[in-house]
DNA sequence: TAAATTAGCGCACACTTGTTCGCTAGCGCA
DNA sequence: TGCGCTAGCGAACAAGTGTGCGCTAATTTA
């Protein structure tokens, strides 16, 4: 194994080991550089040689999970251009994200709101990029103004963030039915801005 | 002073230091004992006169921070009785709050998405009855079913707490602009609830 | 093959944390 | 007036933290 690859690989170690340890009880502050080192195997002081700090380990963790967020609007649009409304295909899409990468959408949640102003910053550029593209998919596929279709892109991001943070502790019985409900409050959101349409 | 007041007195030095505390760099999870009791003038071990934990005292912050926004949304309600439109005025309310208990209203933003469960429970509880009055308000004053009305109550509520988290590190003139986008977003979601009534 | 680079380690240091244990000073009741 | 109660304190402890320093072993380069 060459040394470029192996330190890859310890540097992969550090990052998936930080991920196991944001569970539900832990956030990316409470997370020690120790804990962090012991949980990847390696010695704390060994740390440095991947990254200056925790905070830019952190950094890390919100692009990577940004990105999985990128890929998952990319199978949404996939499965819509296959068939399928809209906002169910896209509710359902979310929701299996949520599940299935629960540990990174916790982190993006959880510093959306965080006390790290870096971290906050970078979370808030990965929503608006989620925004943005809902908002150009919209005005190229609805007859929505480019305001309105904003708007109502990022009400509708806002609300799925929302659901989102109540269906990561749900039971699966339960999501269903807060998916539903999801749907029904995209579906108003939808019809009334169709109605300002007329109006614009 | 009474041995009771002093008691009492030294209990509110506690919780207002712990808010105090609260900025937009620190958490609950975040702010130790020692530090509490070092703002708030007393010695560590004097803590645990007054708390049997840092959790009990979280626990009584967010009530606090509950109680402060369930008065504004009478003032809110007081306010339209008095005439101007709903949604203006309980926007504009709402923005104030932010402003004015900024450190409440981040406790309440961010134990939401917090590590302690306790927490986050307590904060879920609060949200609840601020979509529950909502909710009522808007099937006694509208035509919307039961169903509907919370629908766009959890809805509603949703985005203007969402609106509030990016509004508290906001400049006035970014928080104008920001509650006039908020204003839109629920007429448009008021709009759209108000179409399900005849199809309902 | 010899030299240079470097990932990883152990040790050490100075701090901070939560919590226990006696102790004291003074208020409130009898 | 005298006695009990208790808010508050200081010292102490074990445990955890971030990070600097010098070393080793092995890979890469010359």
Redesign the pocket.
């Known amino acids: 194994?060459?040394?470029?690859?192996?330190?890859l690989?310890?540097?992969r170690?550090i990052i998936d080991a930080a991920f196991n340890l944001l569970d539900e009880q832990r956030s990316l502050s409470s997370?020690?550089?120790?804990?962090?080192?012991?949980a990847a195997?390696?010695?704390?002081?060994?740390?440095?040689?991947?990254f200056k700090?925790?905070d830019e380990l952190g950094l890390t963790l919100v692009d990577e999970a940004g990105l999985a967020l990128r890929q998952l609007m990319r199978q949404a649009r996939s499965r819509i251009d296959a068939g399928g409304g809209v906002i169910t295909t896209s509710v359902n899409t979310f929701m299996e994200f949520v599940v299935a990468n629960s540990n990174e959408f916790r982190l993006l949640l959880r510093e959306h709101s965080g006390t790290s102003p870096a971290f906050r910053a970078a979370v808030i550029r990965e929503i608006q990029h989620f925004i943005e593209e809902l908002s150009d998919y919209t005005a190229n596929h609805t007859e929505l103004s480019g305001n309105l279709a904003s708007l109502q892109a990022e009400a509708m991001v806002r609300l799925v963030f929302s659901a989102g943070a109540e269906a990561i502790d749900a039971s699966p019985a339960q999501r269903e039915i807060q998916a539903q409900r999801l749907i029904q409050q995209l579906r108003i959101i939808s019809k009334g801005a169709s109605f300002y349409v007329s109006k614009a």
Chains 1, 2 share one sequence.
């Open positions: 194994m060459n040394r470029q690859q192996q330190k690989k310890t540097r170690a997370v020690s550089l120790r804990e962090v080192a012991r195997g390696i010695a704390p002081t060994s740390f440095y040689r991947h700090d925790i």
